[in-house]
């Protein structure tokens, strides 16, 4: 039987341990390179573009000549603002990379020391860089187009007569959602979280290009896709492929997705769902790519992705609100 690949020799080319073990001089020069790679890692303003600068007093810190602004090589990133090293960022985005069904915020906190909080924080704008970074081209070629449910539980009473059937409307609390998983077949997946099911078809027709082929399954609502694109449909009580017509990989998306819920995080649903999604669609698409590759290709996404406006200040923003 062939040996999986995240058992090869070639799915390991990052050492945790080189990572912190770098001193924070290694670690600033590596950042800078990765930012103004454009400049062999000298600092440009954030704000104006501007190349002239000059020291501050305060390590790490310049002065742009142009605008007066006064930044350090964080400042504009995802990182703005940061409060740890960025040897302990480094080190949270390669232990964050080799979470091959994601890695909780809890957990990454024991890691490394930190709070929740802080912990909380620093993988949601991991994931906010990945998702920022990720290709939004439109899905060619074969597309597999599914959804599943996510959140919404309801806990049964503890007396059998006191039941409710929860398969009921008026039972449910309103708060489950759906993921709309887009694959193209040994492709790209693209998601979206929408409140049902039929509502993926309008993220379909805009996500997925002219001309290519459709597969569904046997649900009434993606009767509408046979309008907009070839497609094929697969009656997942007969079999689960058929006459080349199957939605196994959007399905082995929505597996790796669940093992996240059930053994990582134990809740991924609200309003946070679609962060999940995104980071759980990049595992699965990159998951024949090595961790060395991937943790250069989430610290180049956070060196360049901008200031986030939902996660800078978010634990502020919460006392304060």
């Known amino acids: 039987m062939a040996q999986h690949f995240l058992l090869s020799p070639a799915a390991k080319t990052l050492s945790l341990a080189k990572v912190l073990r770098m001193s924070d001089e290694d670690a600033k020069s590596s950042f ?15 704000k104006c573009g501007c190349l002239d600068h000059s020291d501050l007093k305060r390590p790490d810190y310049w002065q742009c000549k142009g605008c007066k602004y ?25 232990i964050f990379t080799n979470g091959a069904k994601g890695y909780s915020a809890l957990q990454l906190s024991r890691d490394l020391c930190i709070t929740y ?21 439109a899905l060619s070629g074969n597309v597999e187009v599914d959804g599943a449910y996510f959140g919404g539980y309801v806990k049964p009473a503890n007396r059998r ?3 409710k059937d929860r398969r ?57 896709l046979a309008a ?21 990989a959007a399905e082995s998306f929505f597996s790796r997705i669940r093992r996240a819920e059930i053994g990582t995080h134990h809740h991924v649903a609200g309003k946070y769902l679609a962060a999940y999604a995104t980071e759980m669609a990049w595992r699965e698409d990159a998951r024949r790519t090595a961790n060395g ?3 250069a290709m989430i610290v180049s996404a956070a060196a360049i992705a901008p200031k986030s406006d939902a996660w800078c200040g978010y634990w502020q923003k919460k006392r304060q609100a």
């Not at 800078?32 to 954030?46: F, I, K, N, Q, Y």
């Not at 400042?75 to 302990?88: A, E, Q, Y």
């Not at 802080?118 to 081209?137: Q, S, W």
Request: aromatic residues 6%.
């Open 32 to 46: 800078r390179a990765l930012r103004w790679a454009s400049t062999d890692g000298e600092p440009v303003c954030p």
């Open 70 to 94: 006064q930044f350090s090589m964080t400042s504009g990133t995802i990182f703005h603002s940061r409060k740890l090293s960025v040897r302990d960022i480094l080190g949270a985005i390669a």
């Open 117 to 137: 909080k802080a912990a909380f924080v620093l993988c949601h704008k991991m994931r906010e860089a990945i998702g920022a970074a990720r290709d939004e081209g």
């Open 161 to 163: 007569e006191d039941r």
């Open 168 to 224: 009921r409307k008026i039972h449910q609390s309103g708060k489950r959602q759906v993921v709309i998983a887009m694959r193209e077949t040994k492709g790209r997946t693209r998601t979206g979280v929408v409140s049902n099911e039929a509502e993926g078809v309008a993220l379909t027709r805009a996500n997925v290009q002219a001309g290519a082929t459709v597969h569904a399954d046997e649900a009434a609502h993606w009767d509408k």
């Open 228 to 248: 907009h694109f070839p497609i094929k449909r697969i009656n997942h009580q007969k079999a689960y492929s058929q006459d080349g017509a199957n939605t196994n």
């Open 293 to 295: 590759s991937q943790f």
